[in-house]
């Protein structure tokens, strides 16, 4: 019975109605359904929820309550708040590009290991196993005026004076890829791995020799997995806290510290939830504008 | 395709040869010393079973591999330590592996581009090509909007716009339906002829290889077991394996008696054969094994007294007086249909001999006498049976 109405549903899915289906498949979509409802209340509850909140919060400027833009036009009139989201822009979009470019090298590594791939893939990823404030200790160590780098580059006779590299735009931007770079190498391996081996054997044969091969197939057939790794990237850069918190300083503050300190320092939630807000339209659009791009880029090939 | 420079230049030398191929590869798909010739415009198959190493062959002739030791010459020049992509060879894909982000032209534009022929060239080229495997109106489109017979066509026109000086095949009908892969063999074939390339193809189906080629190999453990025409490997398999891969045969074991200066077969149970061909040492009373070829032998109503079959002059009737015996160019013999098995234009019969053994024979459809439980009159020409020694 069951699999008679399932083969007539298949044949004639246009014409599916809940009435022509077997007793068993509409108890099957239920329970799916219920399974659905299920995730959704937890979705709505713990992120729904919250960043209604906040949107709402991002209405009400502080501490005079009363409701209205007040908070936004107070955020993007003030020469202070704009120069923090360029440097928030530009932070993001330069660990972005470097993240892209040794994340696609590491990928690409591993993904044509013959031998021991999951080892390599393991120990690309393994940082991710750590915390990320224990690594960022890591780095405050090694950049530290007296740390390993300055004091090997002295060795080396490059510099006379101690470089300041912790709490500088160098030390984030090292932090940063250094956090988001498992998420790129990840998105990028997997999609290197779905290029069928055959695809460029076959470039081979037809006379591409390996860059050819690689500028020709891999790169494009990896577009994917490198547009993704991207978007991840960007998001991840331009909202961190902890990374500039920890090693950049009071000149390479980012956004997200300044969410902190109208909490923390000023006890403005409103203020708080109108930066936080304007983060996330932020990456929302640049994304967006970039998901443009890639696809209208993908149609012209 | 007589415009390629590279086969012309080549003179006699042989498309293809292996010196000694040796390539450790696990346990399956190794070859162990594998020399073989490939003429120039010969269409040849290597056949075998999974895991002989006919892919692995395939790949160090196109340098997707390299050998561990032995050499491999393509039109005389010894290519061993060149990358595939200065072989100029042409690979046809059991998955196609088609560019999926190309058009169908730019899929065939790409060896072209890749050789940086002029732009008006590969115009040329390409249209040519496609039209050939009948895709023109094609060409805008993308692999996946394509049907598995239409991409695999669209493989063969990218591989052979390059004009290669050999055209590998790599089991490039296997995932197509029955209908459809006959069709294309043909076609294949037809391209073949037309362009005169040479063509090495590997398969699994030997029905595939004895249809297509010129000449075929049958590859065995990474050892060649026997290379020659179709005929002749059909005919006069040098190995019982030979005679079981192709079209299956009755492999019976027994003695092997001299027979003036042929060859006699006696099985355990007492059942006289007599050999056309013998294959390897043997001895007079020794071991031996008979492949029977199932395809040959008759099965006719058991009557006393009666000729078998009007046509079947050689052979003496049952109960003549060579009685049960056999005669130098066949033999008659007394068994029971087992099992009857009907297979649209034939029908195949288990029959049990008078002396015991089991013989399989297969017989048009209309040809068919008896049910399970009759008793039969089984002819076996001495054409059906090869006599191999024990050591073959």
């Not at chain 1, 979009?93 to 696609?104: F, N, R």
């Not at chain 2, 010196?19 to 346990?27: A, C, F, L, N, R």
């Not at chain 2, 190794?30 to 999974?50: C, M, W």
């Amino acid at each position: 019975m069951g699999a008679l109405a399932g083969d007539k549903s298949m044949a004639a899915p246009a014409r599916a109605s809940n009435r022509g289906e077997a007793r068993w498949r509409r108890r099957q979509r239920r329970v799916y359904a219920a399974a659905g409802l299920a995730s959704l209340a937890f979705f709505i509850a713990f992120f729904a929820w919250p960043v209604g909140a906040v949107l709402i919060n991002s209405f009400r400027p502080s501490p005079a309550g009363g409701f209205g833009l007040g908070g936004y036009a107070r955020f993007l009139t003030d020469p202070f708040y704009l120069q923090a989201t360029q440097r928030t822009l530009a932070i993001a979009a330069l660990s972005t590009a470097v993240t892209v470019v040794v994340g696609y090298g590491i990928a690409l590594f591993v993904a044509t290991r013959v031998r021991g791939r999951s080892v390599w893939l393991m120990m690309a990823v393994a940082p991710m196993l750590v915390s990320l404030v224990l690594r960022l200790y890591g780095w405050m160590i090694l950049l530290s005026e007296r740390g390993p780098v300055n004091r090997l580059l002295a060795a080396l006779g490059i510099i006379e004076q101690p470089l300041p590299l912790l709490f500088s735009r160098l030390a984030v931007v090292v932090g940063i890829v250094h956090y988001c770079l498992p998420f790129m190498v990840l998105t990028v391996y997997s999609a290197l791995r779905r290029i069928e081996p055959a695809v460029q054997e076959a470039a081979w044969t037809l006379g591409a020799n390996g860059w050819y091969a690689f500028r020709t197939i891999v790169l494009p057939l990896s577009m994917p997995g490198v547009i993704a790794g991207t978007s991840i990237t960007f998001a991840l850069s331009a909202s961190t806290f902890v990374v500039p918190l920890m090693i950049g300083g009071p000149r390479e503050r980012m956004l997200s510290n300044y969410v902190h300190l109208a909490v923390e320092r000023l006890g403005d939630w409103g203020f708080a939830a109108v930066i936080a807000v304007l983060m996330l339209a932020m990456v929302v659009l640049v994304l967006g504008l970039a998901n443009g791009l890639a696809r209208r880029w993908e149609a012209a090939q | 395709m007589t415009e390629g420079g590279a086969r012309s230049t080549a003179g006699r030398a042989p498309a293809i040869r292996l010196e000694h191929v040796t390539k450790h590869y696990g346990s399956v798909g190794a070859l162990r010393g594998l020399t073989l010739e490939v003429e120039q415009g010969e269409f040849f198959s290597l056949l075998g079973p999974s895991g002989c190493g006919k892919t692995t062959t395939l790949r160090v002739i196109a340098g997707l591999l390299e050998p561990d030791a032995g050499r491999v010459y393509l039109g005389g020049r010894d290519v061993t330590d060149l990358p595939p992509y200065r072989r100029n060879l042409g690979l046809v894909f059991q998955n196609y592996a088609l560019f999926p982000h190309m058009t169908v032209w730019d899929n065939v534009a790409y060896g072209l581009r890749a050789r940086r022929m002029p732009e008006a060239e590969i115009k040329a080229r390409v249209g040519k090509y496609l039209e050939l495997v009948g895709l023109s109106a094609m060409a805008r489109r993308r692999p996946r909007e394509l049907s598995g017979g239409q991409q695999q066509r669209v493989a063969l026109a990218r591989s052979l716009a390059v004009e290669p000086v050999v055209l590998l095949f790599d089991e490039p009908l296997s995932n197509l339906d029955a209908q459809l892969r006959e069709q294309m063999q043909v076609e294949i074939r037809q391209l073949q002829r037309e362009l005169g390339f040479t063509a090495f193809y590997v398969t699994h189906d030997q029905q595939e290889a004895l249809m297509l080629s010129d000449r075929l190999a049958v590859l065995r453990d990474g050892r060649l077991e026997q290379a020659g025409t179709p005929e002749e490997l059909y005919d006069a398999p040098a190995s019982p394996f030979i005679a079981g891969f192709f079209g299956g045969t009755n492999l019976l074991e027994g003695t092997a008696f001299r027979d003036g200066s042929g060859w006699r077969f006696k099985t355990p149970g007492g059942s006289v054969f007599a050999a056309g061909r013998a294959v390897g040492p043997l001895e007079d009373g020794g071991a031996g094994r008979l492949s029977v070829r199932p395809q040959r032998i008759k099965v006719l109503p058991a009557q006393d007294g009666h000729a078998p079959a009007a046509g079947e002059g050689p052979l003496p009737p049952a109960g003549s007086a060579m009685g049960a015996g056999a005669r130098r160019d066949g033999v008659v013999l007394a068994a029971v249909v087992e099992e009857r098995l009907y297979l649209g234009d034939q029908l195949e019969y288990r029959l049990r001999l008078a002396s015991g053994e089991r013989l399989t024979a297969r017989v048009p459809a209309d040809a068919g006498a008896g049910l399970p439980g009759d008793a039969v009159t089984v002819t076996v020409p001495a054409a059906a049976c090869t006599l191999f020694g024990p050591e073959v």
